[in-house]
């Protein structure tokens, strides 16, 4: 029998159909080395924060993600906790660092807008 938990067709499907966007499986990847915030994602995808806020909420409904307050700003991270966790994780080990895309966030002052 194998060790690694295993997770339920149905449930990875779920999974799977929230990372198949491609924003937000790039999101994920991000969150796999730091937190952030949707102000960065707004610069990191040049996309509205209505629309970051979405794919977040999706993120976070489906268990993948969570929130932490600080002041007020909300802060974003993988959920270590999530059922899906090691699937999830499996999943992103494949794709390639994002690092890029926060360095040059940090390059332009933006990484810390939100502290």
């Not at 990372?19 to 509205?48: G, H, P, W, Y």
């Not at 977040?56 to 966790?85: A, C, F, M, P």
Request: with cysteine; net charge neutral; proline share 2%.
């Amino acid at each position: 029998m194998n060790v690694k938990s295993t997770v339920e067709i149905e449930a990875a499907a779920n999974v799977l159909k929230l990372l198949a966007d491609k924003t937000r499986l790039t999101m994920m990847k991000l969150l796999q080395v730091n937190e952030c915030c949707v102000c960065e994602f707004v610069e990191i995808f040049k996309i509205s924060q209505p629309a970051i806020s979405q794919h977040l909420r999706k993120l976070r409904d489906g268990g993948l993600v969570k929130e932490t307050r600080r002041g007020q700003w909300i802060h974003y991270s993988i959920n270590r906790e999530s059922e899906h966790y090691e699937l999830v994780q499996s999943l992103l080990d494949y794709l390639p660092s994002q690092k890029k895309r926060l360095e040059e966030l940090e390059e332009q002052g933006l990484r810390i807008s939100c502290d």
